[in-house]
């Protein structure tokens, strides 16, 4: 064997041994069994009424937010947690950064945290967002050196140009959350806990803040997200917790949960409702939009991806669906998409429509489905609900006053 053959059999990498245990993956967040407890009053009267009167309210009661939740958050990992609102995820998040103590239970964590909860709430509204920046990597301990280093990262990332120079208090809500944002994901943090980071601000802002904690998880940053985005927390997250009514009902490998959550959520004895026109027993019990970056809107130009969901009560011989577009507070008919079934409906199923290209303009639409028993003028409506959908610019398209949106239906 020459020599060149020995060096490259050294260089290989020796099998592994069955026998000898793998090292156990670090934790970063340890939530064991916690509950969070809070009592609710009936009432804001004083002491001083109830001595004065003699009348004496009701007792407090006990509101139980988070109950009895355990997962394990290894370190440069992303979790997710999910669920309707008022499921208990906000008070989980706050408990597992220390703003709250558990009642039951116990959190461990091990690294510097930064919570992104209320953008911007730790600003002073005299300082302009340079001294803001400085401020805060000062309270954070981070030297005065390093902030020099990354305040022309945070003000890119902030975008709000020459604001960044002025006074806080003359900053809109939405460019205190940008620079909130870049202030924190910028402080070096071991982990990063964000509430509804990627729903605050303007689509470009949320897909700055995507890429970001792409690019910190990469670094070996532990994140945990609270959204309501569901493919882009399928796309993002190594593991997903399920929340509902404080309790968890669900963890583990995003598909799995998500798919488990969607099927409660939209054929389940409770619904999730969303849309603006909110009719009881409606058939339709769901329906979303979302563009293939997992965000709730949709781009001119780009495809768009909804998905519905129906429980009928009575079968329908001859099932049509459409699907429209209208500008919002207004009449005007922008497009529709059409199809058969071709067979007789019944029972729970889904529905999912890819537009190809949405060649609408940027604005605020309200996007409608409608399931008829038979076409045309015989046509006898069945269901129908409306959702809003917000358009943003991508490309310039030249559109008419009637657009065909075409599109791939699939009815399961």
Request: glycine content about 10%; proline content about 5%.
């Amino acid at each position: 064997m020459s020599t060149t053959d020995q060096a490259a059999e050294q260089e290989l990498p020796l099998p592994e041994d069955p026998k000898v245990p793998k090292p156990k993956p670090e934790i970063a967040i340890r939530v064991s069994d916690v509950s969070k407890k809070f009592e609710i009053r009936a009432d804001s009267s004083t002491g001083l009424r109830s001595a004065l009167t003699g009348f004496h309210r009701a007792k407090p009661k006990d509101f139980w937010a988070v109950k009895g939740v355990s997962v394990d958050v290894e370190r440069g990992s992303m979790l997710g947690i999910i669920g309707r609102n008022g499921s208990g995820k906000s008070t989980l998040l706050r408990t597992m950064c220390g703003i709250y103590s558990p009642t039951e239970g116990q959190v461990e964590v091990r690294g510097r945290i930064t919570a992104l909860l209320e953008l911007g709430a730790g600003f002073v509204p005299q300082l302009t967002g340079r001294e803001n920046v400085y401020m805060n990597g000062a309270v954070m301990g981070i030297p005065r050196d390093r902030v020099d280093d990354i305040i022309a990262d945070v003000a890119r990332l902030a975008d709000i140009g020459e604001f960044f120079d002025n006074p806080v208090d003359t900053y809109s809500s939405g460019m205190k959350a940008r620079l909130g944002f870049a202030v924190s994901v910028h402080l070096d943090p071991d982990i990063l806990l964000a509430d509804e980071i990627i729903s605050v601000g303007d689509v470009s802002f949320s897909k700055n803040g995507i890429n970001h904690m792409t690019k910190m998880r990469h670094r070996g940053v532990t994140i945990v997200l609270v959204a309501h985005g569901l493919g882009l927390m399928q796309r993002l997250c190594d593991q997903i917790l399920w929340l509902h009514q404080g309790e968890a009902q669900m963890v583990g490998e995003p598909r799995e949960v998500i798919r488990e959550y969607r099927d409660f959520m939209t054929m389940g004895d409770e619904v999730l409702v969303t849309d603006e026109d909110v009719v009881d027993n409606n058939p339709i019990t769901h329906l979303d939009i979302s563009s293939d970056d997992g965000i709730a809107a949709g781009y001119t130009g780009t495809p768009l991806n909804v998905h519905a969901a129906y429980d009928l009560v009575e079968p329908i011989e001859d099932a049509h669906f459409a699907i429209r577009f209208r500008a919002q507070e207004t009449n005007v008919f922008l497009g529709s998409a059409a199809v058969e079934a071709n067979q007789r409906l019944e029972g729970r199923g889904t529905i999912d429509i890819r537009i190809p290209i949405l060649a609408i303009p940027p604005g605020q639409y309200a996007i409608e489905l409608e399931i008829t028993d038979g076409a045309g003028s015989d046509a006898r409506s069945v269901a129908s609900r409306r959702s809003r959908v917000p358009i943003h610019p991508l490309e310039e398209v030249q559109l008419n006053d009637f657009i065909e949106l075409g599109g791939d239906w699939r009815i399961n």
